[in-house]
């Protein structure tokens, strides 16, 4: 039994407890999910807890049960990395070897005025910083000035905020896009240069769901290259399409929250395809780890969970939901980085509920690609191994 549907859904810096290199990151101890529990003893994450999320790992409020109706587990990073693109390329079969560049004290100066005289605006910031706290700081004097505010994190980010009503939007993706193509080659190689407008005044503004990534195309093919070249059709939501440069991708659908990823997928659901639906739900990570703020991101995974039963209710007996994760983002972790984590990995199809188990932990990311690989007969990635077998031999 193969399966004609799967739909991939992230949910974006859900990790599961510190991978054991974590201490070269500054990362020893994280552990996303089970901190955020400890924040919110009432979490209330029923359904979630009925696919076997509490039988990964010790989680409280989350007990284990005897029949889980998903198969779960849980899979380790090798890629040298632990942002959002390291993430994704490798769930999609490609290890990532090399660390894309970060710039913890702020961006060269001759980059910066290469960028300023090309686009013909003055920039401030030029730091790591939070994006809120970054807009609050500058955002008057932007609004004043008309410059740029760039900033960057312990990611591999060329961040670029502006104030709509002083720097209109197409003139701000022009600006990403100067941006993208000064720093695609040594010595400037960036993963990502993000769009960051916002709206309102000072001790009021907001970023909008404007938001564009400019991500670099995936050095090496992965699986939706594969899927695309033999026709079946690859699908994404969310900030997908941007991850991977629309490489291997037919249909994209942005999003502006978490709830409207989730329901741009149901939707897709119920229309007939041939192949893989990608979903990212960003909001975990960009609203709730980044900002600290475990009380809001249980809020947000109680709201994925009481979408889940709509979600499973379009999986037929000829599909697979899995639902996973890039990397974590423990709240409760020094500083607002990313954390270096195991990620979670739950498999759905109804016709395996009774039988549904344990598939331990995986040694890269890559098996997810390698299964999806097995599945539709396609070229199999260069790293991961396949755990189809496990699914269907029942």
């Not at 639906?277 to 609203?287: E, G, P």
Request: glycine share 8%; charged share 25%; proline share 5%.
């Amino acid at each position: 039994m193969n399966f004609e549907r799967v739909c991939v859904i992230v949910l974006d810096s859900v990790g599961i407890g510190s991978l054991p290199d974590a201490d070269q990151f500054g990362d020893d101890g994280t552990h996303t999910l089970r901190h955020i529990c400890e924040q919110s003893p009432n979490i209330n994450l029923n359904n979630l807890e009925s696919l076997g999320l509490g039988n990964i790992d010790h989680l409280p409020s989350i007990n284990p049960v005897d029949h889980p109706k998903a198969f779960h587990g849980k899979m380790a990073e090798i890629s040298v990395g632990k942002d959002t693109m390291t993430g994704h390329w490798e769930l999609m079969g490609l290890e990532v070897k090399v660390p894309f560049q970060v710039f913890p004290n702020g961006f060269p100066k001759e980059l910066i005025a290469r960028f300023e005289e090309l686009t013909g605006r003055k920039v401030l910031g030029n730091k790591p910083a939070s994006g809120t706290a970054i807009i609050e700081e500058f955002g008057k004097e932007q609004k004043k000035t008309g410059a740029w505010i760039v900033y960057t994190s312990a990611d591999s980010v060329f961040q670029i905020a502006a104030h709509e009503e002083v720097i209109p939007l197409e003139e701000l993706y022009k600006g990403c896009e100067i941006a993208r193509k000064l720093t695609l080659e040594d010595p400037y190689v960036v993963g990502r240069v993000i769009a960051r407008p916002f709206i309102g005044e000072a001790g009021r503004f907001e970023r909008t769901a404007n938001r564009r990534d400019y991500a670099l195309t995936p050095f090496g093919k992965t699986l939706l290259e594969h899927l695309d070249k033999d026709d079946y059709d690859v699908i994404s939501v969310g900030k997908i399409n941007d991850i991977f440069s629309g490489v291997g991708i037919q249909q994209s659908y942005p999003t502006k929250s978490n709830s409207h990823g989730i329901q741009t997928t149901i939707e897709l659901l119920k229309d007939s395809f041939h192949g893989l639906l990608f979903t990212n739900l960003v909001d975990f990570d960009a609203l709730y780890g980044h900002r600290r703020d475990p009380h809001g991101y249980a809020k947000a995974l109680e709201e994925f969970d009481q979408y889940l039963p709509a979600i499973m209710n379009q999986i037929g007996e000829k599909d697979l939901l899995v639902i996973t994760a890039d990397h974590g983002n423990d709240p409760t972790h020094v500083g607002t980085d990313h954390t270096r984590e195991y990620v979670p990995i739950l498999i759905y199809n109804p016709l395996l509920e009774r039988v549904a188990g344990d598939i331990g932990t995986r040694n890269t990311f890559a098996d997810l690609a390698a299964t999806l690989a097995e599945n539709f007969n396609v070229k199999q990635p260069d790293i991961g191994e396949s755990f189809l077998d496990l699914l269907i031999q029942k």
